[in-house]
């Protein structure tokens, strides 16, 4: 009984932490905004073949962070002519697509039955680098549904695949998302290992989104952990990626972390 009360307060805590952090899409509001409307541009003079296929479902994904079941609609708008043309791979990015809609709006059976026909298209057609994104995502899933040590298996495939290919963009997402996956499951240490061999990917990327989230990320464990300087220090470079990039949200957080600690500081 103590267990699972214990559990129940520290994803009270969790929760903010998670919903800020578990996405990987790129930039800042303004940016993406431009790109929403330079696709839905691009959309009006497109023909109906292969791009206007890939032109949906990109607009489709450019939506998420704000309307999930616009990305819905999009995709499938998408799948309708990816299916008319007999494009497989187009329909594996549309399943992809609307996964990740169909997670970002909570139906997370939809999302896992899409991420999983993706990935036996990305199987089929031998695209390991996006079989290696099909896994995550549907561990990210498995995640949210709170079913872990499946969720942990396809991390691992996905880890696995990436890390063959050396694709290290999707394998840092993997990396994160099983740092998720250990605060889930309140092993903090494992997080902080996670956290850190991605921030590594991303440095090697270049993704300053991908740092900032994860900076914040570490941040975060650390003041749980208590230990206020090593989360003072993620939190400072947190800060600093999330401004380079004009990730306004992970420079709220970034302070907001930063204030706890002066706080506790100051209580000492």
Same mark, same amino acid.
């Given at each position: ?6 559990? +129940? ?14 996405? +990987? ?10 790109? %929403? ?6 959309? !009006?003079?497109? &023909? ?44 594996? $990015? ?6 990740? $809609?169909?997670?970002?709006?909570? %139906?997370?059976? #939809? ?8 990935? *036996? ?11 290696? $994104? ?16 499946? *969720? ?15 694709? #290290?963009?999707?394998?840092?997402? !993997? ?8 605060? #889930? ?18 440095? @090697? @990327? ?28 993620? @939190? ?13 949200? $992970?420079? &709220? ?14 209580? &000492?």
């Amino acid at each position: 009984m103590c267990f699972f009360y214990n559990i +129940f307060i520290s994803l009270k805590q969790l929760l903010t932490l998670i919903l800020l952090c578990i996405s +990987f899409a790129a930039g800042a509001q303004a940016k993406r905004q431009n790109l %929403r409307d330079s696709l839905r541009n691009a959309l !009006t003079y497109a &023909k109906e073949d292969t791009n206007m296929v890939k032109l949906l479902y990109k607009v489709g994904y450019a939506l998420i962070d704000s309307s999930p079941r616009q990305t819905i609609r999009y995709a499938k708008q998408a799948l309708e002519l990816a299916q008319k043309l007999g494009d497989t791979q187009g329909m594996a $990015g549309v399943y992809t697509t609307l996964g990740l $809609g169909y997670s970002d709006d909570g %139906r997370y059976f #939809k999302a896992l039955k899409n991420d999983k026909l993706a990935l *036996a298209i990305n199987r089929q057609v031998g695209d390991l680098q996006n079989e290696g $994104g099909s896994l995550c995502n549907i561990g990210n899933v498995y995640c949210k549904l709170f079913r872990l040590n499946k *969720a942990l298996v396809s991390f691992n495939d996905a880890k696995a695949v990436l890390e063959e290919i050396q694709y #290290k963009p999707f394998l840092a997402n !993997t990396i994160a998302s099983t740092g998720y996956l250990y605060i #889930k499951r309140i092993n903090y240490a494992q997080a902080i290992e996670c956290f850190k061999q991605a921030i590594e990917l991303y440095k @090697a @990327a270049d993704n300053k989104h991908g740092m900032a989230v994860t900076y914040n990320s570490l941040a975060w464990v650390y003041f749980e952990k208590q230990r206020y300087d090593e989360a003072e220090d993620a @939190a400072v470079q947190a800060l600093t990626f999330s401004r380079d990039d004009e990730y306004m949200q $992970g420079v &709220k957080t970034a302070n907001k972390t930063l204030d706890r600690i002066h706080a506790k500081r100051r209580k &000492k």
